[in-house]
């Protein structure tokens, strides 16, 4: 929303929307602290990874990150999400083919990726509690977003910061992006920035610790041929269509074209449902999109649609710091 990043007319306006949302989560949060309201503990640790801010800031490509770190470091690590725009509410198992409009697409990105266990639900607790009774080897578990849900207790957690658009004008929804205020970046356990002047400091408290999160991909795979793959600096010059529904689309352009790839840019909305028609430019330039439009669109793909495949790197590495934290808890068996 462009009205997020300035204190406009139309920001002014739904303030006082924004000033009633903020009152209703801070009643909210009061009932869990003063007990009228119980955390549901699980028998293993909870690493929760969410945001502050409305809107997509790399929580997926890290919740991913740090379930392959942890599973290489001798963990056996499950993952829990909502499971956005999908058809079915209860807990289930997400398959490798599973299908985007049943599971959503960030859950079959993950499930096809990740190496572990990936379980959605709409009730969190629910969720996770159906994944460690199927799978009594998992000893951790990540939940994908989450920050807000209060009824699940955690261990640790992750908020992501967008580097480039940061809080944008530090407004509550709808007056601006955020779901809480700033003061709770000073309760998590890390702040992750992804992206921005890796020069410039992160705009976070100073005594909550910090890593940097960098996306990156070198290699572009053929949607209608998985194995056909190219790198991406041989595209150089070369014009494209750049799709991107995603929650901050300029972020792929911007990588297409520090790449020197020539882009007709078409964003579309976070969890866009595509069609066919949706892809059809009228010329015979190649498509190029995120791996996650890139589950949504296989089941109709054309020579033409590529996608850019992305992981990401985080700095200070966070897998030391969490293994000291939940191995104490990692008893469930």
Not at 8 to 17: M, V
Request: aromatic fraction near 6%; proline fraction near 9%.
């Amino acid at each position: 929303m462009n009205h997020w990043q300035s204190r406009g007319l139309l920001a002014w306006l739904l303030l006082p929307l924004g000033i009633l949302f903020y009152a209703v989560a801070a009643l909210r949060r009061g009932l869990y602290r003063c007990g009228l309201r119980t955390a549901a503990r699980l028998p293993v640790p909870v690493i929760v990874v969410g945001n502050i801010t409305a809107g997509g800031t790399g929580k997926t490509p890290l919740v991913l990150a740090l379930a392959q770190s942890l599973a290489q470091s001798g963990c056996r690590p499950g993952i829990i999400s909502r499971g956005y725009g999908a058809r079915l509410s209860h807990p289930r198992a997400v398959p490798v083919s599973g299908d985007p409009a049943d599971y959503g697409d960030e859950p079959c990105l993950l499930a096809r990726r990740a190496g572990c266990p990936v379980w959605v639900g709409n009730n969190r607790v629910a969720t996770a509690s159906a994944l460690l009774a199927a799978d009594r080897s998992c000893d951790v578990l990540i939940s994908d977003d989450g920050l807000q849900h209060l009824a699940l207790a955690r261990d640790i957690e992750i908020a992501v910061v967008d580097g480039d658009r940061g809080v944008g004008n530090g407004w509550p929804l709808p007056a601006g992006p955020l779901r809480e205020p700033v003061s709770r970046l000073k309760t998590v356990n890390r702040i992750v920035v992804n992206g921005g002047d890796p020069a410039a400091p992160p705009a976070s408290p100073s005594d909550v610790l910090r890593s940097r999160m960098h996306l990156s991909g070198d290699t572009l795979s053929n949607l209608a041929n998985p194995s056909l793959t190219q790198p991406l600096s041989s595209w150089a010059g070369r014009r494209v269509h750049a799709v991107a529904g995603i929650g901050h689309p300029p972020r792929f352009f911007a990588a297409l074209r520090a790449a020197g790839l020539i882009c007709t840019e078409h964003p579309f909305p976070d969890h866009h449902p595509y069609t066919l028609e949706d892809l059809d430019f009228g010329d015979e330039a190649p498509v190029v999109m995120t791996e996650k439009d890139a589950v949504k669109c296989a089941a109709f793909s054309a020579p033409s649609h590529w996608m850019l495949r992305v992981d990401a790197t985080i700095s200070p590495p966070l897998t030391g710091d969490l293994l000291q934290l939940i191995r104490p808890r990692s008893t469930h068996g």
